[in-house]
């Protein structure tokens, strides 16, 4: 089954602009970690931000925050003024205790000048 | 510089060549990683070591065989390969198997089997 989904396999934005990255999530697990992950085209994988499913605040890391609603299992990622440098694809990934990562699709990011 | 190194970058390999892949974390971690990344599907997860011993194989051929000789270097050996494996390889490390660390990818090997 499906964990995490990604709705979104690409998103435009505008140089200097915030856009928003969905990731919805399913899990019985009470304790469980929300990472994103972004990919430039060069292949590595970039740890971004990290979200505890007990932290009472969203998660924020110099442009990044992390929308953390539990309720909805919804952990959609922010990025504040964008750069052409954000240009990449964007995954979404859980860890629930005793379980490994599982990533989402990915979203694909085109910042425009 | 992510402190996860893999190599080669970039492997082309027939159908009955064996060759491997390493990757060498820098980091001091505990737990080790192999995903398999093709086009159009979500990573996969295909082995985990956590201290050296492997702890998940998830349902990976065993065409490929996975080699964790210490907490720092983790090999991937390929033999008799598919063009269905032909995709991004990577390497990552966590400082353990726990839902609050965050893992760290080495910059991939891709594949092409032919």
């Known amino acids: 089954a499906q964990k995490i989904t990604q709705t979104q396999p690409g998103m435009f934005v505008q140089e200097k602009e915030a856009v928003t990255l969905d990731c919805t999530y399913d899990?019985?697990?009470?304790?469980?970690?929300l990472f994103w992950y972004k990919q430039p085209s060069s292949g590595e994988m970039i740890f971004l931000i990290y979200?505890?499913?007990?932290?009472?605040q969203n998660a924020t890391e110099g442009r990044y925050s992390l929308n953390f609603q539990k309720a909805r299992k919804s952990a959609n990622l922010v990025i504040s003024a964008s750069q052409l440098g954000d240009s990449a694809m964007y995954f979404c990934?859980?860890?629930?205790?005793?379980?490994?990562?599982?990533f989402g699709a990915g979203t694909r990011l085109t910042v425009k000048p | 510089e992510t402190g996860v190194t893999q190599t080669p970058r970039h492997l082309v390999m027939g159908m009955t060549n064996k060759k491997s892949l390493k990757c060498e974390q820098h980091?001091?971690?505990?737990?080790m990683y192999w995903y398999k990344q093709s086009a159009k599907k979500p990573l996969e997860l295909m082995f985990v070591y956590s201290l050296e011993e492997r702890v998940e194989n998830n349902s990976v051929p065993s065409r490929f065989s996975p080699e964790c000789p210490n907490s720092s270097h983790l090999f991937l050996h390929l033999h008799t390969l598919q063009p269905e494996d032909s995709a991004l390889y990577l390497c990552a490390s966590s400082q353990a198997r726990d839902n609050t660390y965050e893992q760290y990818f080495g910059p991939g090997t891709r594949l092409t089997v032919t």
């Open positions: 899990t019985s697990d009470p304790s469980y970690g």
């Open positions: 980091l001091g971690h505990n737990a």
């Open positions: 979200q505890g499913s007990y932290d009472q």
């Open positions: 990934a859980m860890r629930e205790d005793n379980n490994d990562m599982r």
